[in-house]
């Protein structure tokens, strides 16, 4: 009897060794702009999504255990540095995701590289991440100042828009919308007639206005984000900007955006972006899911894909059986397909860019909108070999294009 008891213990004992040592742990970070004017694009809502994507994970993955921390970054490069420098050395975290703010988030991809860990960008949009500034530790998930430009310009020049003025954020992610904009305004025929920069999160954007006014473009591009486009564009219509002939480009206008400004501002702005809550049944559901914790707020597409690429990490993660060392998860990523509720079949290049289609949007006016969130209508989807930038001419050393 004590042999067998002894044989039992020993094959229990074996049995949960053996399950211990297959059990993965990995430790997730949303560094977002958690109180300021991207709050509503990324912010809390972010981290709901990365909670969902952890749920639906562990239904399938018993064995990997997820632990999810967040912090705000304060659109600050020291301060998301400063996070992302604990984070990765003291608290052990192996990802950093989302990190809306172009500024901060070349810094902490910079930082994942030298660290050798893993950095997925959501919520940042300057194409340089896939470009000159890409790295082996980097993945630019969701969209990015390449594809609005190509989206949102090139769908206005050809439209008769064919002369732009650009009033854009005075920072990484402002430069890059502008300059991307501009290159294709003039790849397809039409003429840039001026700049404007103004300060990230300002109040008053008079000045900026009547610069954009006296130089009679068509087109007047907001090279700016969250807050910044809504306080643009309210601002604008004091001025008379659309009712003088003028018109608004959104070169990044996210669902919140169009929520805080109501569908009587914001109709008949044009936009693009790459996920929308009520596109399809999927991310309808995937919006009641998310609203469980967000009531009455619309997810945007840097939310979904927090969502999206936390999922694919975390099956790279389970299929190396690690998450210790962040080329190699990186690796995984690029060489497995991805396919998710949220965003479909898709692929990660070479240099770190997630590819898949992107759709052209019009804001619809208040009479169109059925129920509260119906805010857009689609004009033409942009498929994903055509939705980003071809990667023989991203600039980027990984590529081999």
Known sequence: MR??????????????????????????????DMSSLYSDIGGPGSTAAAKLAIADFAKSNPNVKVELVSADHQNKADVGSQVANKWYDAEKVDLIIDVPNSGVALAVSQIAAAKNKVFIVSGAAASDLTGAKCNANTVHWTYDTWMLANGTGKALVKTGGDTWFF????????????????????????????????PLNTSDFSSFLLQAQTSKAKVIGLANAGGDTINSIKAGAEFGIVKGGQKFAGLLVFASDVAALGLQTAQGLTLTETWYWDGNDANRAWTKRWQAERPNKFPTMVQAGVYAGVLHYLKAV?????????????????????????????????????????????VKAPSA?????????????IPAAEAFRPVKDSGCPLSNG
């Open 167 to 198: 009033l854009t954020a005075d920072y990484a992610f402002g430069h890059a919308l502008e300059r991307d904009t501009g290159a294709a305004v003039e790849a397809n025929g039409g003429k840039v007639l001026g700049k404007v920069r103004h």
């Open 369 to 381: 909108s059925k129920y509260p969130g119906d805010f857009y209508t689609l004009k033409a989807t």
């Open 3 to 32: 042999s067998l008891v002894s044989l039992t213990a020993l094959t229990v004992a074996l049995t949960a060794g053996a399950a211990q040592a297959q059990e993965v742990r990995v430790k997730i970070g949303v560094l977002s």
């Open 318 to 362: 389970a299929a190396l059986k690690s998450g210790a060392d962040g080329k190699a998860v990186v690796a995984q990523m690029k060489k497995t397909p991805t396919d998710d509720p949220l965003f479909g079949k898709g692929t990660i290049e070479s240099n770190g860019r997630k590819r898949h289609d992107a759709y052209l949007f019009e």
